[in-house]
């Protein structure tokens, strides 16, 4: 034979084959990410493991570390599992170990740690040299019965031993301690729950296998975690439960400690935070908001936690608003977050999205087939040991016989032949009569072996039972069940409270009540109303604006940040505006115009009337009146639903203008008061509802030259403040002004002369204390309404202010009385 060719043998042996790329890095990802899902990332859904915390337990079972035994350390622990289970490195193995020891991170922990496990601060563990720790009560309950055949087993990595596949987990571990794991292209984040809640709800499922979700929320309402906090709303919570996946808002338990009055601060504390956030990341997360004033009227941050619990101390400032502050911490720090439930678990060895359902139905059936196989391994085990018993029985009898067979046998395996065929014993039964020494074969009492026996044959005939009949099964799972609850048992720290939508704007804003000035030529601004503080009837006021050369104060009122304007243009069409959104100036800056907050507002279109409101329900109608002595009474409904270009409020005539709007409810009265003096006193219910479109009925039969000016709600017992153009006017109760039908020229309100002028505003002075009085030249006063004095329908009236030569009153603004306080303790405040 010639011989091989050296180059082709060593070809033949370092031969490469040309492989696809793609097809190559699809097989391998694949085993990868099968590999990641089936070993490391996504828990078992029967005992709530995953392989590495498994194994932990398994090694923490070999070392004997039970709840009451002496803690070893946590090397050695990492070590066994690294060693024996787990051949990731004892880096990976410590981690998983100390999670399984934080309380605020299961609702039970698995693993009793000694020394530093870290903190909800987020402080990292101890080397594993220094810590120490054994097994959780719960863990114990994990691997009870793990030695009677209740799981499958496998060989661990090396092939050296075996490890169970599952543990026995008579505690319900996946629904009470929940699991996170991301995997490949899959994650997991089952929410942790309360024993007893879940306990009820395994319990329906035991009783009624066809129990619906929404009757098992009924005793589990949601997600407890160990850190407690506030859910928000339940439809993530049905949402999750119904499908598997679903998302929560979580809070922090926050709430306000009011200091004595002139003493200290308020503070807000917060001594609960949502899951999975720490401490320290959130003082650092509000320290930052208070730098980027997103968050202002916050003066100190402190941490006052202890052995007792959390509380963490947010100081505010005297001017803080405690509602806002703590809203506006909810939207810029971590103390609102949102947890996404995914109830993905492996179930037959495949991943799966689970219901709430079928998450109990995975542990009653695991149970189911543990106390099943724990019942046959008893019954395996009682029946050898009756098999052995009933030959000792045999050899009792014969005693003498039996001892002779033995000592005349050559050796053991010649006796027990000659001892199975002399009595018909198995080979089991005499190997056992064999292994036992003579003294105390001859030692055995019948009556001791007959009552084992006895005893056997009775667990015998219970074990069969048992496997025969699926309903004492059950019941031996409702009794575990209640022992568990017995033993770990304890009160609802997480709060399901009412859902909250994203937070509106006027949540995050302090409410203030504030003066709306808008100039003629539509430059608008609002002002804190403490800053006109309240003066003596006839004062001068003080600068409330710098107009424009030529422009004066057109509208003047008193309103709360958090109020709609519903502004209405001179041809009738309303356009809405939030309060909170005009320029915040001091009170003689110009402001800025109107037209640039407003869409849809024509170049030659006039701001003719401004109402405000909290919302749409607070009142039935809104009335219109004209300079014409026009009315129209429609619903406020009718404008609860804002354009970007606005709606029609009503239609006028040629030649009309608003000249008010006000909020009616059923049995008001109306007063249309004119620039003459007159006042038209009727019935609310003389004007019927109209629809948006219609242009209204007459109000008020003018005199030749005279026209509308103002109208007022109220009743006979209440006052009309009216003010004139030169600075004088007069309060007269509402009931002097005869009640007449509309339509009629009313009587005299105010006598209109020179010394006067005609009549500019009229308010209700029985709804608030102070008023505001504005001029032309922009000056503005407060007045409390009570230093003006009350006189009759038909008289001149006293001055209101002290006006500079050339400038005229323009407009008159009520104040409300809770902020007339204000005002007064401003004033108190500024003279001091």
């Known amino acids: 034979m010639a011989d091989e060719n050296p180059l082709e043998a060593h070809a033949a042996h370092h031969r490469s084959d040309d492989l696809l790329i793609e097809r190559e890095m699809r097989e391998s990802y694949l085993t990868y990410a099968l590999s990641v899902i089936h070993d490391r990332a996504l828990p078992d859904v029967r005992d709530g493991l995953k392989p590495s915390q498994r194994r932990i337990l398994v090694a923490m079972n070999d070392l004997s570390l039970r709840p ?29 170990l100390v999670r399984m020891a934080q309380p605020f991170r299961l609702r039970e922990p698995l693993v009793d740690g000694q020394g530093n496990f870290g903190s909800i601060d987020g402080d990292p563990p101890a080397a594993m040299r220094y810590t120490e720790a054994r097994m959780g009560r719960a863990a114990e309950e994990m691997l009870l019965d793990l030695d009677k055949e209740t799981v499958d087993r496998r060989t661990n990595y090396d092939e050296t031993r075996t490890e169970p596949t599952v543990l026995p987990a008579r505690f319900p571990n996946l629904l009470v301690n929940g699991s ?4 490949v292209g899959m994650s997991t984040a089952l929410p942790p729950h309360n024993l007893h809640e879940v306990v009820q709800g395994i319990r329906m499922v035991l009783d009624n296998p066809d129990v619906t979700i929404n009757e098992l929320m009924e005793v589990i309402p949601g997600p407890d975690f160990p850190t407690g906090g506030i859910i928000r709303g339940r439809s993530g919570i049905v949402q999750a439960y119904h499908t598997g996946r679903g998302k929560i808002k979580l809070r922090a338990r926050i709430h306000l400690e009011e200091a004595p009055k002139g003493k200290g601060r308020d503070k807000l504390v917060i001594t609960e935070i949502p899951y999975e956030k720490e401490k320290s990341a959130i003082i650092e997360k509000i320290a930052d908001a208070v730098k980027e004033d997103r968050i202002e009227g916050i003066y100190d941050i402190r941490d ?17 608003d405690a509602a806002v502050i703590e809203n506006l911490l909810y939207k810029h720090t971590p103390l609102q977050s949102t947890y996404a439930i995914r109830n993905t678990a492996l179930w037959n060895g495949r991943p799966r999205t689970l219901t709430l359902k079928q998450l109990i139905e995975a542990y009653r059936d695991h149970r189911f087939q543990v106390i099943r196989r724990r019942t046959q391994y008893l019954l395996d085990k009682a029946e050898k040991r009756l098999h052995i018993l009933e030959g000792l029985m045999i050899a009792i009898q014969a005693i003498d016989e039996v001892v002779e067979i033995i000592k005349t046998s050559e050796d053991t395996t010649v006796a027990r032949r000659r001892l199975e065929s002399t009595f018909g014993l198995s080979h089991i039964q005499s190997q056992a009569i064999v292994d036992m020494r003579l003294g105390r074969l001859t030692g055995l009492e019948v009556y001791k072996l007959q009552q084992e026996i006895d005893g056997l044959k009775e667990d015998i005939a219970w074990y069969q039972r048992v496997l025969a009949e699926d ?5 031996m799972i409702r009794e575990d069940l209640d022992e568990m609850d017995g033993k770990f048992a304890n009160p609802r720290r997480t709060e399901i409270g009412e859902g909250v939508e994203d937070f509106l704007t006027e949540d995050l804003i302090t409410e203030d009540t504030v003066v709306v000035t808008i100039s003629r030529e539509g430059y608008v601004k609002r002002t804190s109303s403490a800053t006109y503080r309240a003066q003596a009837r006839g004062g001068r006021g003080i600068t409330g604006s710098k107009a424009k050369e030529g422009d004066m104060l057109s509208h003047l009122f008193v309103c709360s940040t958090h109020d709609y304007l519903l502004i209405i243009t001179d041809r009738g069409r309303l356009h809405w505006l939030k309060v909170y959104r005009l320029p915040d100036l001091d009170r003689t800056a110009k402001g800025r115009s109107i037209r640039n907050l407003i869409e849809g507002i024509a170049p030659d279109e006039q701001i003719r009337s401004i109402l405000s409101t909290r919302n ?21 409904k009718a404008y609860s639903r804002p354009r970007s270009a606005g709606i029609i409020a009503t239609k006028l005539e040629e030649g009309d203008k608003l000249v008010g709007t006000r ?5 008001d009265e109306v007063l249309l008061c004119t620039a003459g003096g007159q006042v038209v006193r009727f019935a609310e219910s003389d004007a019927r509802a109209m629809g948006r479109n219609a242009a209204g009925v007459k109000g008020a039969s003018l005199k030749e030259g005279d026209k509308v000016v103002d109208l007022v709600v109220g009743t006979e017992d209440e006052f009309l403040l009216i003010a004139c153009a030169k600075g004088y006017g007069k309060r007269t109760q509402i009931g002097e002004f005869r009640l ?27 709804r608030c204390e102070d008023v505001l009085l504005s001029s ?23 001055r209101l202010v002290n006006l500079k030569a050339g400038d005229v009153l323009v407009g008159m603004a009520a104040v409300p009385p809770e902020d007339s306080e204000e005002g007064d303790e401003a004033a108190e405040s500024s003279e001091s």
Request: aromatic share 4%.
């Open 68 to 96: 009451n035994a002496k803690y070893r350390k946590c090397a050695k622990i990492a070590g066994d599992t690294s060693g024996n289970y787990h051949p990731h490195g004892e880096s990976v193995i410590y981690p998983t």
């Open 180 to 183: 996170e794991g991301i995997a």
């Open 304 to 320: 006052e936690s202890d052995r007792e619990g959390m509380r963490l101390v947010i100081e505010l400032k005297k001017d803080g």
């Open 471 to 475: 309903e004492l099964v059950i019941n």
């Open 616 to 636: 749409f329900d607070e009142a039935d109608f809104i009335l219109f009146a004209t300079s014409k002595g026009k009315i129209k009474k429609t619903e406020l």
């Open 663 to 667: 909020m009616v409810s059923e049995g």
């Open 740 to 766: 007449t039908k509309r339509g009629s020229q009313g009587v005299v309100g105010i006598k209109t002369n020179e010394r006067n002028g005609s009549v500019v505003n009229t308010i209700n002075a029985s």
């Open 776 to 798: 032309a030249q922009g000056m503005l006063v407060r007045t409390p309404v009570d230093q003006v004095s009350v006189q009759g329908r038909a008289t001149q009236g006293v």
